[in-house]
């Protein structure tokens, strides 16, 4: 490739190199007034290349959706991207590998209908692509049984619906056949010439300008423009620490027009340029407006007031921050609500705000708390165990009795379960304290009851220490509970265990075995639930006292944003935290999605790039085993995507008083422990899977060639 590429002499001329690349970006100004930007640290390095010949193939295309044969379908974002220049050639790159590859084209040229050759050199083996489709924002390739859908952006790739009609048969797809005009720029119609491509974004033929900058990235994407369209390039400060930062686009202005609520396209024709100082830049297709700006001391946050003064003017002309999202920044200024997005793309395709989005975001946890999203309150005025538990008398001596003799075992029958009682070995604690990964469902469906006992011992381990009492042989355990109006009282079980109880790993009985079955006799005596099904807010008041809670219902009402802050009141309140999804099979992280099951809220770990963690009770592990960098324990990792976490609930309950002195401090993401993992810690049960009626759950499966103890700690 006859490329000049710009190293470091170049970006020491632009000043680059006497500062921190982290606190830097650039800046590309073209000539219809967009700007391409990228922090100055991901650049890997910036080249002028030869665009492809007449007849040819050129410009960067990302990889959007990929399909093999007619069933298997892929979702590849853009992280895939081929580049073509002169030679010809065609640069492949991943976000781990760079191949070159020699072109031959047949006599018609780059055409539809047309194939070519691909070769890493000129003696290696020709490979065929056919092109299917070729426009300005749409390339269809085919290679044997495999399919390519490339578009001409990545922020195209991202967020083009999955392919349908006659190229990629889909036949479950709702997104309709898809037109080239639907991906394309509204100036230009798609063209197809054996000239090379038109460039539907700056509208420079090939013909005019054969020359473009390519800006290579660590990750292997690249920004590219055409040489005529580069107006110029500018190193800028990034903003600091509590203020807004980065290009966001116009998508949508909402206004009153004779008190009617009216809302206007922009299409991504205005942004907003925020840099260091701080300062922002508004960008409109006319003019440029430079701002100084003054935030309050709580930053850049929803909510929150900042001020500008134009260059030029003293009076200062006021702002408010209506929401803001790692893909949408809603800002008020007078009269007028402007919708920002992070991409000119993802401006023009924004449908119109509705729903939440015509609400202000909560910005704190407390607020957050303190506003109407939240239901389900399930407090009462008669005991503190709950309004579920008002019609439920309390423990008369007769009761106490009963349940303090350990030869009365909790009725199966009245639990709808069937087996014996026998007995077995105790070990109370096996990792030493109280752990999520000493839960394990196994054949009992009572998931809330067990996402309850992990939050429990993600939040309180040291409490749950003094509720159980075990006498010095680990065969009599006393378990300091509730009566259904909240008067202590104590129920004492054997080491006889029911064999589809919660376990702690590798099937050992312990602490989680023993709770169960304190409430599995609880409830054959005060018959309150039976042990399948009870609700989170029913499991938790038997040993906390305590049966207030609320919930957050799965929809479309949530900012991405607010979800996190719930988690966090939440879990700093040492509230019991329970949730859900309406939705089974979405993969979140590592694993799967599971309706009508009960998980446990946490922390995401730090530094990750998810919201929050929800524990799966069933506990299981990759088939790669448990090692230091590679363990699960049935965490799903909660991705800031709103489709997905749209499909989330939550059941918040309060804790009793007495729990208080044993909350775990500086609570943050739960990391579990090492052990040998054995065939049921990476496998759900039959009788899970088949009651969820889930067909298979397991997360990364053992690579080709490698065995489970390769990767198992001691």
């Keep these: 490739m006859k490329a000049k590429r710009l190293f470091s002499v170049a970006l020491l001329m632009l000043g680059i190199c006497s500062v921190a690349f982290a606190q830097k970006r650039a800046d590309i100004m073209l000539s219809d007034r967009s700007i391409l930007s990228c922090d100055l640290a991901n650049i890997n390095y910036m080249e002028v290349v030869e665009g492809a010949g007449e007849g040819e193939l050129d410009g960067v295309w990302y990889l959007g959706w990929l399909f093999s044969g007619t069933a298997t379908k892929k979702d590849v974002n853009g992280t895939e991207t081929i580049v073509f220049t002169a030679g010809p050639k065609m640069t492949w790159l991943t976000p781990t590998k760079e191949t070159t590859y020699y072109l031959t084209y047949g006599e018609n040229g780059a055409l539809a209908g047309e194939s070519f050759t691909i070769q890493v050199n000129p003696t290696s083996t020709k490979v065929t692509y056919k092109i299917l489709e070729m426009a300005d924002s749409l390339l269809v390739l085919k290679q044997g049984t495999k399919r390519y859908f490339f578009y001409n952006t990545r922020d195209a790739a991202i967020y083009a619906p999955q392919p349908t009609g006659n190229y990629a048969p889909a036949p479950n797809a709702n997104t309709g056949d898809l037109s080239v005009s639907d991906l394309s720029d509204d100036s230009f119609t798609p063209v197809i010439t054996p000239k090379g491509r038109r460039n539907a974004r700056y509208g420079a033929d090939t013909e005019a300008s054969n020359k473009r900058v390519d800006i290579r990235l660590k990750d292997n994407s690249i920004i590219s423009c055409p040489m005529d369209a580069f107006n110029y390039l500018e190193v800028v400060e990034r903003a600091g620490e509590g203020e807004l930062d980065g290009l966001w686009y116009l ?297 207030t809670s609320y919930s957050f219902n799965w929809g479309d009402y949530l900012y991405n944003a607010e979800y996190p802050l719930i988690v966090d009141y939440a879990l700093s309140h040492g509230m019991i935290s329970v949730g859900g999804f309406h939705e089974s099979g979405v993969m979140m992280g590592d694993l799967e999605s599971v309706t009508g099951h009960a998980f446990t809220v946490m922390y995401a770990d730090e530094g990750s790039d998810y919201l929050f963690v929800m524990r799966n009770p069933w506990g299981n592990e990759p088939s790669s085993g448990s090692t230091a960098s590679n363990r699960t324990d049935g965490k799903l990792k909660i991705p800031d995507d709103h489709s997905k976490l749209r499909l989330v609930d939550f059941r918040l309950v309060f804790p009793g008083e007495q729990m208080a002195q044993y909350k775990k401090e500086n609570l943050r993401g739960y990391t579990p422990p090492r052990f040998r993992p054995m065939y049921m810690d990476l496998n759900p049960s039959d009788e899970m899977l088949r009651m969820y009626n889930v067909k298979d759950y397991k997360p990364i499966p053992v690579p080709v060639g490698k065995k489970l103890t390769d990767f198992v700690d001691e």
């Design 251 to 547: 998508g949508w202005k909402r206004y009153l027009s004779n008190g009617t609520e009216k809302f206007s396209h922009s299409n991504g024709t205005e942004f907003l340029v925020f840099t260091g100082g701080p300062r922002m830049k508004w960008i409109k297709p006319a003019s440029e407006q430079y701002y100084d700006l003054t935030y309050s001391e709580n930053g850049a946050n929803p909510g929150e007031i900042f001020y500008g003064v134009r260059e030029g003017n003293t009076s200062r002309i006021k702002f408010q921050i209506f929401a803001m999202e790692k893909d949408l920044l809603v800002i008020v200024q007078g009269n007028y609500r402007y919708y920002f997005y992070p991409s000119r793309e993802a401006a023009k395709v924004a449908t119109q705000p509705s729903g939440y989005y015509l609400r202000a975001q909560y910005g704190t946890p407390d607020n957050l708390w303190a506003s109407n999203l939240k239901g389900g309150y399930s407090g009462s005025t008669k005991t503190p165990m709950g309004k579920h538990f008002e019609k439920f008398a309390a423990a008369t001596d007769e009761d106490k009795a009963w349940l303090a003799d350990p030869n009365n075992q909790p009725d199966l029958s009245y639990h709808e379960l069937s087996g014996s009682w026998s007995a077995k070995t105790i070990n109370l604690y096996p990792f030493g304290s109280p752990v999520p990964a000493d839960i394990n469902q196994h054949g009992i469906g009572d998931c809330s009851m067990c996402a309850v006992f992990a939050s429990f011992a993600y939040i309180y381990p040291e409490w749950i220490k003094t509720i159980i009492v075990p006498n010095n042989s680990n065969t009599l355990f006393t378990i300091h509970m509730f009566d259904p109006m909240g008067n202590p009282i104590d129920v004492i079980v054997d080491n006889k265990m029911y064999s589809q109880q919660v376990t702690g790993k590798n099937g050992v009985f312990c602490w989680t075995s023993i709770m169960e079955k304190a409430l599995m006799k609880w409830e054959t005596r005060f018959r309150c639930n039976k042990i399948g099904g009870i609700g989170t807010e029913h499991a938790a008041p038997p040993f906390t006292g305590n049966g």
